[in-house]
Each structure stands twice: as structure tokens, then as C-alpha cells.
């Protein structure tokens, strides 16, 4: 198989503060990254897409402003949530696919966000 | 409305019991389709992929016609280890494997 680690698995922010959040393949690497978010009994959304060595390209109604995503290597993309607001408080979760290996999605655990 | 919609559930059901899930997708461009199973608070985990011809894993099956843009997956024999929320999952061409997530179908098998 193929592993992602994504770090912190779970975090509590005050208002007006940052995260962020690390997603790490172990294992293979990927050009391509990809961040969810899932509120409670919702279905996960797409977030943006993680280029490696280039800007991220993000859904509609998702501000590149406050959610930014770095992917400086083949092994690591991060989501920093800027100025954190309590309805940004949801379940994030990382994807990749590993390079060369067909098309299965491989997930991060999910860091589960509160803010307060 | 939503690329991806499911039953809504809950399916409550009996271990030893066969239950079936369905799925319609909106985008006729949709290329490859999967079941995820997701626990509660977990990252999804891929069940199996859904293939045209219809495909088979030990106790569940999955099946797809393209014509209707419908997919399902049954269940055979359920155990209580089955008990998880299904995601129908779609990835449409020019998306660049970005997968597009059902809301997902509970499911809770008692004894």
C-alpha cells in the first residue's frame, strides 16, 4: 500500500489564529495533493488541488487567502488556515495519488479543527 | 444538484443480512467510480472499484450502468464489523483525479 501522514491529527485554536496542517506520503511521492474538508454529516468536499512547485488551484467559494496550501516536495504539501474562525471548524483530510501507480486515492488521517 | 447523491439512510440491519446501496452521478464525463468506507472519525478507506462488467470481493459486489449513471454495492452474509458509513465516489475526467464524495450511506448491523 501507500501512506499518508497528516499532522495534527487534531487541533484547538483560538479566533483569529492560524494552523496549519502537514500531509506527508511516506512512501511514494505525488505532483498532485488534494485537501478535503467535511462538516458533520456532510460528504467530503473538495477544497483545492496542491501542485507540486506551483500554485494551487482551489474550488469555487474556498478564499486562497485564508486556506493556504504549500507543496514544496513530492512528499509534502501543507493547508494553513489563516485567521480562524469557529465555522472553519471541520475535519480536513489530505489525498494523493501516488505517482506512476495508477489512480487509487491514498487518504491522510484528517486533523479534526476547533476553533473557539 | 449534487454530482454524487446516495440513499440517505441509515440502514439498520441484522448481522447475516444482505443490504444494497445505490448511487446516481450527474456528470456523464465521470470516468472511474469507487465505494469508500469510512469509520466514524476516520479517514475513508478504499472498499472496492466499480467497474463496467460488474465486480465482485468476497461478500460485496459492486455494479455499474453507465446508461442509467447508476451504481450500487451489495452486501452479503453483513457483519458487524461492516457497520461504517459507504461513499459513493466519483472521479469525472479533466478533474485530474480529484475524486468528488456521495454524502454517504450509514450503515449498522446489530446482532
Known amino acids: 500500500g501507500a501512506v499518508v501522514s497528516q499532522h495534527p491529527s487534531w487541533v484547538i485554536c483560538k479566533s483569529g489564529t492560524s494552523v496549519k496542517i502537514e500531509c506527508r506520503s511516506l512512501?511514494?511521492?505525488?505532483?498532485?495533493m488534494f485537501w478535503y474538508r467535511q462538516f458533520p454529516k456532510q460528504s467530503l468536499m473538495l477544497m483545492a488541488t496542491s501542485n507540486e512547485g506551483s500554485k494551487a488551484t482551489y474550488e469555487q467559494g474556498v478564499e486562497k487567502d485564508k486556506f493556504l496550501i504549500n507543496h514544496a516536495s513530492l512528499t509534502l504539501s501543507t493547508l494553513t488556515v489563516t485567521s480562524a474562525h469557529p465555522e472553519d471548524s471541520s475535519f480536513y483530510i489530505c489525498?494523493?495519488?501516488?505517482?506512476?501507480?495508477?489512480?487509487?486515492?491514498?487518504f491522510g488521517q484528517g486533523t479534526r479543527l476547533t476553533v473557539v | 444538484r449534487k454530482e454524487v447523491e446516495q440513499d440517505p439512510g441509515p440502514f439498520n440491519v441484522p448481522e447475516g443480512a444482505t443490504v444494497a446501496f445505490n448511487c446516481t452521478y450527474s456528470?456523464?464525463?465521470?470516468?472511474?467510480f469507487f465505494w469508500y468506507r469510512q469509520d466514524c472519525r476516520k479517514e475513508p478507506k478504499l472498499l472496492m472499484s466499480?467497474?463496467?462488467s460488474g465486480n465482485e470481493d468476497g461478500r460485496f459486489t459492486a455494479q455499474l450502468n453507465r446508461a442509467s449513471q447508476y451504481i450500487s454495492l451489495l452486501i452479503r452474509d453483513s457483519k458487524l464489523s461492516d457497520s461504517a458509513t459507504y461513499l459513493c465516489?466519483?472521479?469525472?475526467?479533466?478533474?485530474?483525479?480529484?475524486?468528488?464524495f456521495g454524502k454517504g450511506t450509514s450503515l449498522l448491523v446489530t446482532p
Open positions: 512512501d511514494f511521492q505525488a505532483t498532485t
Open positions: 465516489v466519483v472521479n469525472t475526467k479533466g478533474s485530474g483525479y480529484a475524486l468528488n
Open positions: 489525498s494523493a495519488i501516488p505517482l506512476g501507480r495508477g489512480t487509487e486515492a491514498f
Open positions: 466499480v467497474y463496467s
Open positions: 456528470n456523464s464525463a465521470s470516468q472511474s
